[in-house]
């Protein structure tokens, strides 16, 4: 099995800072991306951040110029480090891997975290 598990969220004050974190164990050869996605209560859970594990990011539009992906590909962690908070950032915000299981067999698996909250306040 796959387990992800997300921590550093919180409660911040708009302009602040969270930097949050993701951590893939079990069964893993190898993962080709890891991404950040969130929901806020009676939304769709959207796209926050992708970086694939050459290291190509993407960012929603909304987070662009604030919001920083990156990884340990040694570590099978991903962080989203994320600054001058606003309170339309506050969500559910859930890690997602794309996890190759076997050196044989090329298929990659989608795997997503518990998710952890981030509150900003006004």
């Known amino acids: 099995q796959v387990q992800l598990v997300e921590s550093g969220g919180g409660l911040v004050q708009a302009g602040g800072s969270l930097r949050l974190s993701c951590a893939a164990s079990g069964r893993i050869f190898s993962i080709n991306a890891m991404g950040w996605y969130r929901q806020a209560p009676g939304k769709q859970r959207e796209l926050v951040a992708t970086?694939?594990?050459?290291?190509?990011?993407n960012y929603a539009d909304s987070v662009k110029g604030r919001f920083t992906i990156s990884s340990d590909n040694a570590k099978n962690t991903v962080y989203l480090q994320m600054n001058s908070l606003k309170p339309e950032d506050t969500a559910v915000y859930y890690c997602?891997?794309?996890?190759?299981?076997?050196?044989?067999?090329?298929?990659?698996?989608?795997?997503w975290g518990q998710g952890t909250q981030v509150t900003v306040s006004s």
């Open positions: 970086i694939r594990s050459g290291g190509t990011t």
């Open positions: 997602n891997a794309e996890v190759r299981y076997y050196s044989w067999s090329s298929s990659y698996h989608s795997h």
